[in-house]
């Protein structure tokens, strides 16, 4: 009887499970906005739109997250059946997008991995002629000699042409294309810069290979190279207009304050050290790719919490992230959009953490929001895996409808302070606009009104947790 009742229980949730899908997670966590957007982005989510269903099921999310200011996107991928099904389940969804009249969002990552195949003209060469891998990215990922990648460009731009061209013939308007190419091309990390020691080809191409800012100066750039005549040249020929980017390319102060799952120290490499966090010395590639969209990197990466020793420990998290925002913000020009990668609950946190241990709180994640948005970030893009989707749409959307009533800051002010205390403090972010600033503060330590000058103008910020408009007298 057990075993019966357990059978039941496992087939009714398994058919729930199955039914419920991230538009569905979505459409739940999220309300109908009525408030005016005027000119602001939607919220993205960085999750695809599923093809196995009906149109009008489709037609039905699609409105349903129109309502909601949430756009999904639209997943380009090579299916065991060919690229022309993988064609067709793409215009499957932006064909319906173009009826509604809404933005298209394409994520092009299924269709443009693998530069690095695995084939041995794309490996080094070793002392002895023999071709050889970098495999220390990642267990699958045979990344090659980054010079002998541009065989492979005509291969992935041909798959990217043949969407676009579907895509022209249909007339549907591409307004955003990005991809979240990581673990492939060339990258200076990990064990990367001993093998390109051991490469013959790499030794031919590279001057001064002992250094490490010169390594890292020439990989960076074949890594724009491929990013600008692969990527951002195919798209513009059919959509000059599109917002095209990639998952964590972004101009920067010359330093990059936190580290990717993949990525291991390199010895030698150049750092700047807080506690035991290494900020590591980091090339403009933003600049050299062409990309029209700035897409930072804004998550709670488990190993900030023991990188610093900061009391309150919610500063642990708080501080790397800040200081990313603000390298982002005041580096990037205000003609290119920046559209932020988000995460609030603890990225790749182990089952076992420390007894001490402390999370970022909704809370001061809502305020971090805040700050972006008062540092020239243009809007959220939401990653996240599926389980922990509901809390986290809830929270952006939250941040999004209230920030609603300052579009005229957002839309138009300029972003008043860069500052980041290296000691928990008060951290202060304001737009200002005319005579009057939006401004939004976060305490780490005892809350109390602060006085500072504004273009030699005396202002007083008050102790209060809520955005607040403040007059430049
Ligand atoms: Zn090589």
Redesign the pocket.
């Given at each position: 009887m057990k075993i019966v009742i357990l059978l039941i229980f496992c087939y009714y949730t398994g058919v729930v499970m199955a039914q419920e899908n991230v538009c569905d997670i979505l459409i739940k966590n999220t309300v109908p906005i009525t408030s005016d957007t005027g000119k602001r982005f939607p919220i993205f989510v960085w999750a695809r739109i599923p093809v196995n269903i009906s149109e009008d099921q489709i037609v039905d999310y699609l409105k349903k997250l129109d309502e909601r200011k949430l756009v999904l996107l639209t997943g380009w991928r090579i299916p065991k059946e060919g690229i022309e099904k993988g064609i067709q389940e793409a215009l499957k969804i932006d064909k319906i997008r173009k009826q509604l009249n809404l933005p298209v969002f394409v994520d092009a990552t299924g269709i443009v991995h693998m530069f690095f195949d695995g084939s041995s003209e794309t490996a080094?060469?070793d002392e002895e002629g023999k071709p050889f891998f970098d495999t220390s990215f990642s267990k699958g990922a045979k990344i090659g000699?980054?010079?002998?990648i541009e065989t492979r460009y005509p291969v992935i731009a041909e798959r990217i042409d043949k969407f676009l061209q579907a895509y022209k013939k249909e007339g549907i308007d591409i307004n955003y294309w990005a991809v979240d190419w990581e673990i492939d091309g060339p990258m200076e990390w990990n064990d990367a810069w001993e093998?390109?020691k051991k490469?013959k080809?790499?030794r031919q191409n590279i001057k001064n290979l002992n250094d490490f800012s010169e390594y890292q100066k020439t990989i960076r750039m074949k890594r724009a190279e491929l990013q600008r005549q692969v990527f951002v040249k195919t798209v513009k020929e059919y959509y000059p207009e599109c917002l095209i980017g990639n998952y964590a390319v972004n101009p920067h102060d010359g330093y990059r304050y936190w580290w990717d799952y993949f990525e291991k120290e390199t010895q030698g490499a150049i750092y700047q050290k807080k506690h035991n966090a290494l900020h590591r010395k980091w090339f403009d590639e933003f600049k050299y790719t062409g990309y029209t969209m700035a897409m930072p990197v804004i998550y709670t990466w488990y190993r900030f919490f023991s990188d610093y020793n900061f009391e309150p420990k919610e500063f642990r998290w708080f501080y790397p992230l800040i200081k990313e925002a603000t390298s982002v913000g005041k580096n990037t020009p205000s003609t290119i959009p920046i559209i932020s990668f988000v995460h609030w609950q603890t990225v790749e946190k182990p089952q076992k953490v420390s007894d001490d241990f402390v999370p970022l709180s909704r809370e001061k994640y809502k305020e971090l929001l805040w700050h972006l948005l008062l540092r020239g970030h243009d809007a959220f893009c939401l990653w996240s895996p599926i389980k922990e989707m509901g809390e986290e749409i809830k929270v952006v959307q939250e941040v999004y409808i209230e920030s609603l009533k300052y579009n005229d800051f957002i839309l138009k002010g300029k972003p008043v302070f860069w500052d980041v205390s290296d000691e928990p403090d008060t951290v202060i972010s304001g737009l200002k606009l005319n005579s009057r600033m939006l401004v939004v503060r976060t305490d780490f330590k005892e809350p109390k009104e602060i006085k500072l000058r504004i273009e030699g103008k005396l202002v007083k910020i008050p102790a209060i947790k809520e955005p607040t408009i403040i007059e430049i007298k």
């Open positions: 080094h060469i000699c980054p010079f002998k093998n390109s490469c080809t790499c």
